[in-house]
């Protein structure tokens, strides 16, 4: 059931919270508030299967080879020299012997698809999962790796995925932004702010960063800690400022923006109360804290050191739990980060030193938090119009670099997409090093993958542009094919 | 292109460029018989060429010759249905298979194939196609600069014309529009000080232009203005509005996001140079080529920090480098980044369309893009001095840089291909020993053992010894390397290179010492992890001495360091644990380093098993085999006295005073990682099929696109050509009096940055992608007269604009005028505005009494960075707003591009990783959070109730009075007065200042 702040009354716990709350643009927050269009609202290309997405990414760039693209004649040759029969320039090394996955792939599901044991947790929806095992990026660079597959550019000055959803359908809840980002708990990945920015559309495209746990979690959305604002004086401060600020627009007829600014407080106000229910999972029963993994002691979980599964989970479960909360109200796009940029200890997935130390508690922490969100989305019956894509920069290679690491493969990784219109299956094969697609003129990219999600929220992806400096410009730049074979 | 085009090639050149700009119909099918070139040519070109012709084969096959269609068989005359071309046209699922990336042929078009086919699919081979260019210069901007005389006045308020007036005024008669008329002196001096200098006007301000426009409200306003245009602030206004199309932060962007600490001269030129009214054209000049002008001042070099004001890939350069494809792909984009700003920003052009194809609306060439990129394949971003090191000294220091980045180019040319060689050689037996260490490896314990104090030199001996206490019987003494595992300087760090063991019963060494070993006349080849045993077979001894004849390298300097020492008794027990160390010197920074760590029993062992330490010493053998047999002791000193000659001409380019640095393009520099200067020889530029690396074709000269008659095209006859003086051409090219787009884009800008609105929507663009001008004639009139000014003076161009009556119009809004003009594209009232994010920060220093004037320099930070070392965090919320260095106007503020400013972000300020012609102007939800919430925004609330209560300490109806008068220039009516006298009374000033901040009152400018 979908369950909006706007359209529930004033339940006895809210009003709690009304009056616990430090900010209180509380007074104002009356009366329903209606969605803000997108331009796409009410006249969709063609009828949508979705409504939302989310999309996990996986910072520093995860390793299709140790997850889910099995690869048994790497066991074969693991050890031996690697000879692909072609030069292979890598980003920080020379290529290094064949080097298997240290970890074992076990089959799962009715589909027996085999998942490496660092993403077991996944076996239990993996028939429902779409795998895109021959995805091609342009270069292995994070930076341009990460914009690639947030805008569809590998450079930066392009609107990420979540403004052009949030720009063509607006939001299904007024008090809450249409695009919301939840990143890594350790910080951002590389680019920061531009994986969500929305560069030349309208600025309230722009993802707007929510910080589960964090005091404020969302920037400026409670009072300020200086002394001569009370809860008192907050609460009259914005009413004397609707005064003023009606009389101003009542002396100026014929200027919406007036208008509007009055209203945005009014706004901020909402938001104030839906941002912090949606946020609370305390509330949330036993059962399904469990079912994502949540401590009870979640937020001091130790993780100031090395990477380690259990704060992974933790952290990336309790990211995908709000996630669900913030879905569940009308959010139409959440980004959900695992792992953020290069530092030292590692803290992403950039495992050119050590795969098995980083990639086990990292796939672990992920694959617990995505596998609860898919079945508690199924179970609340939203897993048929949400769309989820599992993504990241690019894969890793199959030799190893120094004796236990990776470097980057921006040739082949993988991809999955799960949910809202998409039928399970594998679409799309590396080749049996998993250094390339399998078929070479038959790879994916990027594009096809937001060509079939905005098909899939009933977008023709050729028709969603915007003109930039001359340009109409598309998510899908001038490429993009709908993968229609996954098209359940 | 290596054939000379055909006539016949040259015809469908032209005819196609039109065609490829107009729709055109298809004929109807059947009708009559299709004619190839006036039929199937246009569609081809349509749809196929782009892609498909002689120079981009894509899928190997071109249509630019008959011959491909008929050797591959992609026609069948006999069964026209089922030839290969129509297959890959025809939709299945509403999708065909070419072409790609476009919409698939109408069934018309494929009829048209269809017909072709059957009737035999001819094609005179003397035809040859090529992509459609639109080559025609007949469009608005490209036309030359008209020189319109002004229209004849209408109904003129007070007889004398303004030009300006005269040319609006026709246009909204035309309409039947009737202008506003002229606002309050209030609301327009208000308008004019935040419009001129970003800040809102004083109270002393006002009783001045109050005053003097009682007795000549013209003469008033025309001294206002020169007022205006005379303070400092106007370049800190406007150079914003240049800095957000410049493109300009002070961080590299992508990955880690660097600082640029030195950036900030080029803020600093843009603002002086607003400031001193600078000539347009040589403004234009510095910042292309200002190094390379006769006469360069310093800050003509400084200028060049537009070159390098867009983001920049850390990686890219300086990590990954030019030997690989992807270091290529970011030097591509990097110059792409370069030549799309110069052309969007000085030419209006969007120029970068033509990356992959020719321009589809405007008259662009993909050669004339890639004679771009040749114009600028010398230059990369880095600092580079321009002022306090004479010409002499930079031109030494540039020698001596140049001397380096030869040697360390010498050095990779000998170390990276063996290097390669080993690692192929050695990848197997790295392999088993990773396995070993993987099953056998122990976890290293902290305390690494001994380290003596740093020396500057190798000969510097140093000693360290072991009392056991009483002389003993010693079967052997155990020498085991330090191991640091840090910087990854590893395995025998600090092991003696010459060395001594000596035994003795005097702790001072002074008699009685037999010598051990003796390994001081030779060097001695660091034994990495392996333990040295030295054999005793003579008589007791209390003490044993190791002395280091010769210290061990670090980066720079010189140390001798153990991790263990073990005295081996009779009885195979350690003598030596836990006994006292004493040394010539230690350094003691527990837990890793101290002389006690020598005997504590710790030290770093590879593996716990004997028998995989056994083989790991063999797989080590190997590897050292290998590696010795391909790097001989020849190439070891070779390297070693290339190092050795490094390190002297760095020492002497330290000499040097270090001059004030601008970030710019260069040519010299210095080398770091992969990042190399290349001294002024340009890279090879080819054009590229598609825009892809991997597919390059014809080699390119700079050059630029000829968008008028008299254009530069070509700016060199031959190869031999100066890197500076390719872009001299440029700058010469762009400030070129024919030049119909540079004048005309600086007027647009110019116009909207003083009316709000531009006369040309879409300022970065006026090709055809772009919009027309709603004055085309007022435009080209003070585009003209911009150009033909001899000072080219924009301030007497803003001056013009804002003594016109339309400039001092109300913004009341007129619901007869609306019906007519909705959007005000007529000028018929003047254009309310919200305060831009800088403002509205400056406007709450200023009215707070808080505002710091000072100008130029280093900016200052309103954000902490954390780890800064690898990738800098960029904490705002760290930040204390009661920082009185970070209350600087925000133009002086550090811009970082990855972690923009929350707040200023929020309230629409420019995305600085693009060039922003345009601001938005939202109204959001997070916007009322930000300005009501903010550290900030309370703390100035703080600070103005201070400075209200002591300038008007008498009453609270004083202090709204002011208050309101400081904030939005005038006094609050009766009804505001009661609402804000209420709010102040009950809650106090702070509080009443946070109201006041919110006001729409304060946040527009009528």
């Given at each position: 059931?979908?369950?909006?702040?706007?359209?529930?009354?004033?339940?006895?716990?809210?009003?709690?919270?009304?009056?616990?709350?430090?900010?209180?643009?509380?007074?104002?927050?009356?009366?329903?508030?209606?969605a803000r269009d997108g331009v796409l609202s009410g006249q969709l290309h063609?009828?949508p299967?979705a409504k939302r997405v989310v999309q996990?990414f996986?910072a520093?760039?995860?390793?299709?080879?140790?997850?889910?693209?099995?690869?048994?004649?790497?066991?074969?040759?693991?050890?031996?020299?690697?000879?692909?029969?072609?030069?292979?320039?890598?980003?920080?090394?020379?290529?290094?012997?064949?080097?298997?996955?240290?970890?074992?792939?076990?089959?799962?599901?009715?589909?027996?698809?085999?998942?490496?044991?660092?993403?077991?947790?996944?076996?239990?929806?993996?028939?429902?999962?779409?795998?895109?095992?021959?995805?091609?990026g342009k270069t292995?660079v994070h930076s341009q790796g990460t914009l690639l597959q947030t805008t569809g550019f590998n450079f930066p000055g392009f609107p990420s995925a979540g403004s052009w959803v949030s720009y063509a359908l607006g939001s299904e809840n007024e008090?809450l932004p249409a695009f919301v980002v939840l990143p890594?708990?350790?910080?951002l990945a590389s680019n920061g702010a531009k994986n969500w920015a929305p560069a030349f559309l309208p600025a309230d495209h722009q993802g707007t960063v929510i910080?589960?746990?964090?005091?404020?979690?969302i920037a400026d959305?409670?009072?300020?800690?200086?002394?001569?604002?009370?809860?008192?004086?907050?609460?009259?401060?914005?009413?004397?400022?609707?005064?003023?600020?009606?009389?101003?627009?009542?002396?100026?007829?014929?200027d919406d923006r007036?208008?509007a600014r009055?209203r945005s407080?009014?706004l901020a106000?909402?938001m104030?109360?839906?941002?912090?229910?949606?946020?609370?999972?305390?509330?949330?029963?036993?059962?399904?804290?469990?079912?994502?993994?949540?401590?009870?002691?979640?937020?001091?979980?130790?993780?100031?050191?090395?990477?380690?599964?259990?704060?992974?989970?933790?952290?990336?479960?309790?990211?995908?739990?709000?996630?669900?909360?913030?879905?569940?109200?009308g959010v139409r796009f959440v980004q959900v980060w695992?792992?953020?940029d290069?530092?030292?200890?590692?803290?992403?997935?950039?495992?050119?030193?050590?795969?098995?130390?980083?990639?086990?508690?990292?796939?672990?922490?992920?694959?617990?938090?995505?596998?609860?969100?898919?079945?508690?989305?199924?179970?609340?019956?939203?897993?048929?119009?949400?769309l989820?894509l599992?993504t990241?920069e690019?894969?890793?290679?199959?030799?190893?670099?120094?004796?236990?690491?990776?470097?980057?493969?921006?040739?082949?990784?993988?991809?999955?997409?799960?949910?809202?219109?998409?039928?399970?299956?594998?679409?799309?094969?590396?080749?049996?090093?998993?250094?390339?697609?399998?078929?070479?003129?038959?790879?994916?990219t990027v594009h096809d993958i937001y060509a079939t999600i905005l098909h899939l929220l009933g977008i023709d992806h050729t028709r969603l542009s915007v003109r930039h400096n001359g340009i109409d410009r598309r998510l899908t730049d001038v490429h993009g094919h709908v993968?229609?074979?996954?098209?359940? | 292109?290596?054939?000379?085009?055909?006539?016949?090639?040259?015809?469908?050149?032209?005819?196609?460029?039109?065609?490829?700009t107009?729709?055109?119909?298809?004929?109807?099918?059947?009708?009559?018989?299709?004619?190839?070139?006036?039929?199937?040519?246009?569609?081809?070109?349509?749809?196929?060429?782009a892609?498909?012709?002689?120079?981009?084969?894509?899928?190997?096959?071109?249509?630019?010759?008959?011959?491909?269609?008929?050797?591959?068989?992609?026609?069948?005359?006999?069964?026209?249905?089922?030839?290969?071309?129509?297959?890959?046209?025809?939709?299945?699922?509403?999708?065909?298979?070419?072409?790609?990336d476009g919409a698939?042929?109408?069934?018309?078009?494929?009829?048209?194939?269809?017909?072709?086919?059957?009737?035999?699919?001819?094609?005179?081979?003397?035809?040859?196609?090529?992509?459609?260019?639109a080559?025609?210069?007949?469009w608005w901007s490209l036309?030359?600069?008209?020189?319109?005389?002004?229209?004849?006045?209408?109904?003129?308020?007070?007889?004398?014309?303004?030009?300006?007036?005269?040319?609006?005024?026709?246009?909204?008669?035309?309409?039947?529009?009737?202008?506003?008329?002229?606002?309050?002196?209030?609301?327009?001096?208000?308008?004019?000080?935040y419009d001129?200098?970003g800040?809102?006007?004083?109270?002393?301000?006002?009783?001045?232009?109050?005053?003097?426009?009682?007795?000549?409200?013209?003469?008033?306003?025309?001294?206002?203005?020169?007022?205006?245009?005379?303070?400092?602030?106007?370049?800190?206004k406007w150079g914003q509005h240049w800095l957000d199309v410049a493109r300009y932060a002070e961080t590299h962007g992508y990955d880690k996001d660097?600082?640029r600490?030195?950036a900030?001269?080029y803020r600093?030129?843009v603002?002086?140079?607003?400031?001193?009214?600078?000539?347009?054209?040589?403004?234009v000049?510095?910042q292309v080529?200002?190094?390379?002008?006769?006469?360069?001042?310093?800050?003509?070099?400084?200028?060049?920090g537009f070159l390098a004001a867009g983001p920049w890939d850390f990686i890219g350069?300086?990590?990954?480098?030019?030997?690989?494809?992807?270091?290529?792909i970011a030097k591509h984009l990097d110059r792409d980044e370069m030549i799309s700003a110069v052309f969007n920003v000085f030419q209006s052009t969007t120029i970068q369309c033509a990356q992959c194809h020719h321009h589809k609306f405007d008259p662009i060439?993909m050669?004339d893009y890639?004679?771009l990129h040749?114009?600028f394949?010398?230059?990369?971003r880095?600092?580079?001095?321009?002022?306090?090191?004479?010409?002499?000294?930079?031109?030494?220091?540039?020698?001596?840089?140049?001397?380096?980045?030869?040697?360390?180019?010498?050095?990779?040319?000998?170390?990276?291909?063996?290097?390669?060689?080993?690692?192929?050689?050695?990848?197997?037996?790295?392999?088993?020993?990773?396995?070993?260490?993987?099953?056998?490896?122990?976890?290293?314990?902290?305390?690494?053992?001994?380290?003596?104090?740093?020396?500057?030199?190798?000969?510097?001996?140093?000693?360290?010894?072991?009392?056991?206490?009483?002389?003993?019987?010693?079967?052997?003494?155990?020498?085991?390397?330090?191991?640091?595992?840090?910087?990854?300087?590893?395995?025998?760090?600090?092991?003696?290179?010459?060395?001594?063991?000596?035994?003795?019963?005097?702790?001072?060494?002074?008699?009685?010492?037999?010598?051990?070993?003796?390994?001081?006349?030779?060097?001695?080849?660091?034994?990495?992890?392996?333990?040295?045993?030295?054999?005793?077979?003579?008589?007791?001894?209390?003490?044993?001495?190791?002395?280091?004849?010769?210290?061990?390298?670090?980066?720079?300097?010189?140390?001798?360091?153990?991790?263990?020492?073990?005295?081996?008794?009779?009885?195979?027990?350690?003598?030596?644990?836990?006994?006292?160390?004493?040394?010539?010197?230690?350094?003691?920074?527990?837990?890793?380093?101290?002389?006690?760590?020598?005997?504590?029993?710790?030290?770093?062992?590879?593996?716990?098993?004997?028998?995989?330490?056994?083989?790991?010493?063999?797989?080590?053998?190997?590897?050292?085999?290998?590696?010795?047999?391909?790097?001989?002791?020849?190439?070891?000193?070779?390297?070693?006295?290339?190092?050795?000659?490094?390190?002297?001409?760095?020492?002497?380019?330290?000499?040097?005073?270090?001059?004030?640095?601008?970030y710019?393009?260069?040519?010299?520099?210095?080398?770091?990682?992969?990042?190399?200067?290349?001294?002024?020889?340009?890279?090879?530029?080819?054009?590229l099929?598609r825009g892809d690396?991997?597919?390059?074709?014809?080699?390119?000269?700079?050059?630029?696109p000829?968008l008028?008659?008299?254009?530069?095209?070509?700016?060199?006859?031959?190869?031999?050509?100066?890197?500076?003086?390719?872009?001299?051409?440029?700058?010469?090219?762009l400030?070129?009096?024919?030049?119909?787009l540079v004048?005309r884009s600086i007027t647009n800008r110019l116009w909207q940055w003083t009316f709000g609105q531009p006369l040309v929507a879409t300022p970065n663009d006026f090709g055809r992608g772009g919009e027309r001008p709603t004055h085309?004639?007022?435009l080209?009139?003070?585009?003209?007269?911009?150009?033909?000014?001899?000072?080219?003076?924009?301030?007497?161009?803003?001056?013009?604009?804002?003594?016109?009556?339309?400039?001092?119009?109300?913004?009341?809004?007129?619901?007869?005028?609306?019906?007519?003009?909705q959007q005000n594209t007529?000028l018929?009232?003047?254009n309310r505005r919200r305060l831009t994010a800088e403002e509205f920060r400056?406007?709450?220093?200023?009215?707070?009494?808080?505002?710091?004037?000072?100008?130029?320099?280093?900016?200052?930070?309103?954000f902490?960075?954390?780890?800064?070392?690898?990738?800098?965090?960029y904490?705002y919320?760290?930040?204390?707003?009661?920082?009185?260095?970070?209350?600087?106007?925000t133009v002086?503020r550090f811009v970082v591009r990855s972690q923009p400013q929350p707040m200023l972000t929020t309230l629409d300020c420019a995305d600085p990783s693009i060039s922003v012609p345009r601001r938005d102007e939202s109204t959001t939800a997070l916007q009322a959070l930000t300005t009501?919430?903010?550290?900030?925004?309370?703390?100035?609330?703080?600070?103005?109730?201070?400075?209200?209560?002591?300038?008007?300490?008498?009453?609270?109806?004083?202090?709204?009075?002011?208050?309101?008068?400081?904030?939005?220039?005038?006094?609050?009516?009766?009804?505001?007065?009661?609402?804000?006298?209420?709010?102040?009374?009950?809650?106090?000033?702070?509080?009443?200042?946070?109201?006041?901040?919110?006001?729409?009152?304060?946040v527009f400018v009528?």
């Amino acid at each position: 059931m979908q369950h909006t702040m706007s359209q529930s009354p004033i339940t006895g716990s809210r009003r709690q919270l009304l009056s616990t709350l430090t900010g209180s643009f509380a007074a104002l927050a009356l009366g329903d508030l209606f969605a803000r269009d997108g331009v796409l609202s009410g006249q969709l290309h063609h009828r949508p299967r979705a409504k939302r997405v989310v999309q996990l990414f996986m910072a520093g760039a995860a390793s299709h080879i140790d997850t889910f693209d099995h690869k048994p004649y790497l066991r074969q040759q693991d050890g031996k020299p690697w000879d692909p029969g072609e030069q292979v320039e890598l980003f920080q090394s020379t290529p290094g012997a064949c080097f298997a996955s240290p970890w074992e792939f076990r089959p799962h599901g009715q589909s027996a698809k085999m998942l490496s044991d660092i993403v077991a947790p996944l076996g239990d929806v993996v028939d429902q999962l779409a795998f895109v095992h021959n995805m091609v990026g342009k270069t292995g660079v994070h930076s341009q790796g990460t914009l690639l597959q947030t805008t569809g550019f590998n450079f930066p000055g392009f609107p990420s995925a979540g403004s052009w959803v949030s720009y063509a359908l607006g939001s299904e809840n007024e008090n809450l932004p249409a695009f919301v980002v939840l990143p890594d708990h350790r910080g951002l990945a590389s680019n920061g702010a531009k994986n969500w920015a929305p560069a030349f559309l309208p600025a309230d495209h722009q993802g707007t960063v929510i910080r589960p746990g964090n005091d404020p979690p969302i920037a400026d959305l409670l009072r300020p800690s200086n002394e001569f604002v009370t809860a008192e004086s907050d609460r009259a401060g914005l009413a004397a400022l609707g005064q003023l600020n009606q009389m101003h627009a009542d002396q100026r007829r014929g200027d919406d923006r007036l208008a509007a600014r009055v209203r945005s407080y009014e706004l901020a106000a909402a938001m104030q109360l839906s941002a912090t229910d949606a946020l609370d999972v305390t509330s949330e029963p036993r059962h399904i804290k469990d079912l994502y993994g949540l401590a009870a002691d979640g937020t001091t979980i130790e993780d100031s050191g090395v990477i380690n599964e259990r704060a992974e989970t933790e952290y990336f479960g309790r990211k995908c739990l709000v996630a669900r909360r913030l879905l569940e109200r009308g959010v139409r796009f959440v980004q959900v980060w695992s792992g953020n940029d290069n530092g030292f200890p590692r803290r992403n997935w950039d495992s050119h030193g050590d795969v098995k130390r980083d990639h086990a508690p990292l796939a672990l922490g992920m694959s617990r938090g995505a596998s609860a969100l898919i079945k508690d989305l199924a179970q609340r019956g939203m897993l048929d119009d949400t769309l989820i894509l599992w993504t990241t920069e690019f894969g890793r290679m199959p030799c190893s670099q120094g004796s236990k690491g990776r470097d980057h493969n921006p040739f082949v990784f993988t991809n999955w997409l799960c949910g809202g219109g998409i039928k399970g299956g594998t679409y799309g094969q590396s080749d049996h090093w998993g250094f390339r697609p399998l078929d070479r003129s038959q790879e994916t990219t990027v594009h096809d993958i937001y060509a079939t999600i905005l098909h899939l929220l009933g977008i023709d992806h050729t028709r969603l542009s915007v003109r930039h400096n001359g340009i109409d410009r598309r998510l899908t730049d001038v490429h993009g094919h709908v993968l229609h074979s996954m098209i359940a | 292109m290596s054939t000379p085009p055909t006539h016949w090639t040259s015809r469908f050149l032209l005819a196609f460029a039109l065609l490829g700009t107009l729709l055109h119909g298809v004929p109807a099918p059947g009708s009559e018989p299709v004619d190839f070139a006036k039929d199937v040519v246009p569609l081809l070109q349509k749809h196929c060429l782009a892609c498909h012709n002689d120079q981009v084969r894509d899928g190997d096959f071109s249509l630019s010759r008959p011959s491909d269609l008929v050797d591959l068989g992609y026609v069948d005359t006999t069964d026209p249905d089922s030839s290969h071309l129509l297959e890959l046209v025809t939709p299945i699922d509403g999708t065909a298979e070419m072409p790609k990336d476009g919409a698939p042929l109408s069934s018309g078009e494929r009829a048209v194939l269809r017909s072709w086919i059957a009737a035999g699919a001819e094609w005179d081979a003397s035809i040859r196609l090529e992509p459609a260019v639109a080559a025609d210069l007949d469009w608005w901007s490209l036309r030359p600069i008209a020189s319109p005389g002004i229209p004849s006045p209408g109904i003129s308020a007070n007889g004398a014309e303004h030009p300006v007036d005269s040319f609006l005024d026709r246009q909204l008669r035309q309409q039947g529009l009737i202008a506003n008329a002229q606002a309050e002196p209030r609301v327009l001096i208000r308008r004019l000080t935040y419009d001129l200098t970003g800040l809102p006007p004083t109270p002393d301000q006002w009783k001045q232009f109050r005053r003097e426009s009682r007795q000549d409200f013209d003469t008033a306003w025309r001294r206002l203005v020169d007022r205006l245009l005379a303070t400092p602030a106007f370049g800190e206004k406007w150079g914003q509005h240049w800095l957000d199309v410049a493109r300009y932060a002070e961080t590299h962007g992508y990955d880690k996001d660097k600082p640029r600490p030195n950036a900030w001269p080029y803020r600093d030129y843009v603002i002086d140079s607003l400031n001193t009214d600078k000539p347009y054209a040589q403004f234009v000049r510095e910042q292309v080529a200002g190094d390379a002008l006769p006469n360069t001042a310093p800050q003509a070099i400084a200028a060049l920090g537009f070159l390098a004001a867009g983001p920049w890939d850390f990686i890219g350069h300086q990590e990954v480098g030019e030997g690989k494809l992807d270091g290529r792909i970011a030097k591509h984009l990097d110059r792409d980044e370069m030549i799309s700003a110069v052309f969007n920003v000085f030419q209006s052009t969007t120029i970068q369309c033509a990356q992959c194809h020719h321009h589809k609306f405007d008259p662009i060439r993909m050669q004339d893009y890639y004679r771009l990129h040749a114009v600028f394949a010398a230059v990369d971003r880095a600092d580079r001095v321009y002022r306090g090191v004479s010409r002499q000294q930079r031109q030494e220091q540039a020698a001596l840089e140049s001397q380096i980045n030869r040697l360390e180019q010498r050095q990779r040319a000998i170390a990276d291909p063996i290097d390669r060689q080993i690692a192929d050689q050695t990848s197997q037996i790295d392999h088993r020993i990773a396995e070993l260490k993987e099953v056998f490896g122990a976890t290293q314990q902290p305390q690494f053992g001994y380290h003596s104090q740093i020396s500057q030199t190798a000969a510097a001996p140093k000693w360290v010894q072991i009392d056991l206490g009483q002389a003993r019987n010693v079967r052997e003494i155990r020498l085991v390397p330090a191991f640091d595992p840090f910087g990854g300087i590893g395995a025998g760090f600090g092991f003696p290179v010459r060395y001594r063991v000596q035994a003795s019963n005097d702790a001072e060494f002074g008699d009685s010492v037999r010598t051990l070993v003796d390994a001081t006349d030779r060097d001695q080849p660091n034994p990495l992890t392996r333990p040295v045993h030295v054999v005793n077979d003579g008589s007791p001894f209390r003490f044993v001495r190791v002395t280091a004849t010769k210290l061990r390298e670090r980066t720079d300097d010189y140390i001798f360091a153990l991790g263990e020492i073990e005295v081996i008794g009779d009885d195979g027990s350690n003598l030596a644990s836990r006994r006292n160390v004493t040394a010539k010197d230690s350094i003691e920074s527990g837990p890793r380093w101290g002389r006690d760590n020598l005997v504590d029993g710790i030290f770093y062992r590879e593996l716990t098993d004997d028998r995989a330490m056994a083989e790991l010493r063999e797989l080590q053998r190997q590897r050292v085999a290998i590696e010795s047999d391909l790097r001989s002791p020849e190439v070891i000193e070779q390297l070693e006295s290339i190092r050795a000659e490094i390190r002297d001409l760095r020492k002497q380019l330290q000499a040097f005073p270090p001059g004030d640095v601008v970030y710019a393009v260069a040519t010299q520099f210095e080398p770091s990682g992969a990042f190399v200067p290349t001294e002024g020889a340009p890279r090879e530029i080819h054009l590229l099929h598609r825009g892809d690396l991997r597919s390059p074709g014809d080699l390119m000269t700079p050059g630029a696109p000829p968008l008028w008659n008299t254009a530069n095209e070509r700016f060199f006859d031959s190869q031999d050509w100066q890197e500076r003086d390719a872009r001299k051409r440029l700058a010469d090219y762009l400030v070129q009096k024919d030049n119909p787009l540079v004048w005309r884009s600086i007027t647009n800008r110019l116009w909207q940055w003083t009316f709000g609105q531009p006369l040309v929507a879409t300022p970065n663009d006026f090709g055809r992608g772009g919009e027309r001008p709603t004055h085309p004639e007022l435009l080209d009139y003070l585009s003209a007269r911009l150009r033909d000014d001899p000072n080219q003076s924009l301030k007497s161009i803003v001056r013009l604009l804002v003594t016109s009556r339309a400039y001092r119009r109300s913004s009341e809004h007129q619901p007869a005028s609306a019906a007519i003009d909705q959007q005000n594209t007529l000028l018929w009232r003047a254009n309310r505005r919200r305060l831009t994010a800088e403002e509205f920060r400056d406007s709450l220093l200023a009215i707070s009494g808080a505002l710091d004037r000072r100008r130029g320099g280093p900016s200052f930070r309103d954000f902490v960075i954390e780890k800064p070392e690898h990738s800098p965090h960029y904490e705002y919320h760290l930040h204390d707003p009661r920082d009185p260095k970070s209350y600087r106007r925000t133009v002086y503020r550090f811009v970082v591009r990855s972690q923009p400013q929350p707040m200023l972000t929020t309230l629409d300020c420019a995305d600085p990783s693009i060039s922003v012609p345009r601001r938005d102007e939202s109204t959001t939800a997070l916007q009322a959070l930000t300005t009501w919430n903010h550290r900030f925004v309370a703390t100035m609330a703080e600070r103005f109730a201070e400075h209200l209560r002591r300038t008007a300490p008498d009453s609270a109806a004083d202090q709204v009075n002011l208050a309101c008068r400081l904030a939005w220039g005038f006094p609050p009516d009766p009804m505001q007065r009661d609402v804000l006298l209420h709010h102040l009374q009950a809650y106090g000033l702070a509080s009443f200042s946070r109201v006041l901040f919110n006001t729409n009152d304060f946040v527009f400018v009528d």
